[in-house]
C-alpha cells in the first residue's frame, strides 16, 4: 500500500503564502518553506517544477486575497475613487508585505496595478462611470490623477512617512477629488 501523503500542494501553497505575508516574499526559499510546513523540500518538488512556480503561485493566491479585501472593504466615501483609495491605502498599511509583492515589486510576468486594481469585478471602470455620472467630461484622466496621489499615499505608509487617520484621509481623498475634477 502506497505511503499517504502528509504534505499537500495547498500545505505547500499556504505555508508559503502565511511566509510571504508575515515575513516578506524575498523570505520565500525552499528550504524556509520545508522547514515551516514540517517537511524536506522534496514534497515542494514534488508538487512545483521549481521555485518561480511556487512563487508564481504566492504572487496568484496575494492577488485573489486583495480581490477580496477590496470587495469586502467598507463604502462610505460618495465621490468616485475614494472608496477605491481608502482600500488601497489600508491595504498597504494592513498587509505591508502583500502590497510590497503587488504594487510595487519589480516581479516578471506580474499583472498590471491596473488589471489588479480593475479585478474580475471592473472596481476600477465602475469608479469611472460613476465620476462620468457625475458630470466628470475626462473621467480616465481624473482616475490617472487620483491614482498617483492615492499611490504615493499607500507608498508613504510603507516607511511610516503616511500617519493621517482614516477621517482625515476620506477628507483628503474627496477634496482631491473636487480638486482634480474642478468642482
Given at each position: 500500500m502506497a505511503r499517504k501523503e502528509s504534505i499537500?500542494?495547498?500545505?505547500?501553497?499556504?505555508?508559503a503564502f502565511v511566509m510571504a505575508?508575515?515575513?516578506?516574499?524575498?523570505?520565500?526559499?525552499?528550504?524556509?518553506v520545508a522547514a515551516k510546513a514540517g517537511c524536506s523540500t522534496q514534497p515542494i518538488f514534488r508538487v512545483y517544477k521549481n521555485m518561480e512556480e511556487l512563487w508564481e503561485a504566492v504572487y496568484l493566491k496575494a492577488a485573489d486575497f486583495f480581490q477580496d479585501y477590496y470587495s469586502l472593504y467598507p463604502r462610505t466615501g460618495k465621490a468616485p475613487f475614494v472608496n477605491l483609495g481608502m482600500a488601497y491605502i489600508a491595504f498597504a498599511r494592513e498587509e505591508k508585505n502583500l502590497?510590497?509583492?503587488l504594487f510595487v515589486s519589480d516581479i516578471k510576468n506580474k499583472k498590471s496595478m491596473y488589471e489588479l486594481l480593475n479585478g474580475e469585478a471592473g472596481n476600477v471602470g465602475h469608479e469611472i462611470n460613476l465620476a462620468k455620472a457625475m458630470g466628470c467630461a475626462d473621467a480616465?484622466?481624473?482616475f490617472m490623477q487620483m491614482w498617483?496621489?492615492?499611490h504615493?499615499?499607500?507608498?508613504?505608509?510603507?516607511?511610516?512617512?503616511?500617519?493621517l487617520s482614516d477621517v482625515q484621509t476620506m477628507e483628503l481623498l474627496e477634496q482631491s477629488y473636487r480638486a482634480f475634477a474642478g468642482n
Open positions: 499537500t500542494i495547498d500545505t505547500i501553497l499556504e505555508t505575508r508575515e515575513e516578506g516574499f524575498v523570505n520565500v526559499t525552499a528550504r524556509k502590497f510590497e509583492l480616465g484622466n481624473l498617483i496621489f492615492i504615493g499615499a499607500a507608498c508613504m505608509t510603507l516607511t511610516g512617512d503616511y500617519d
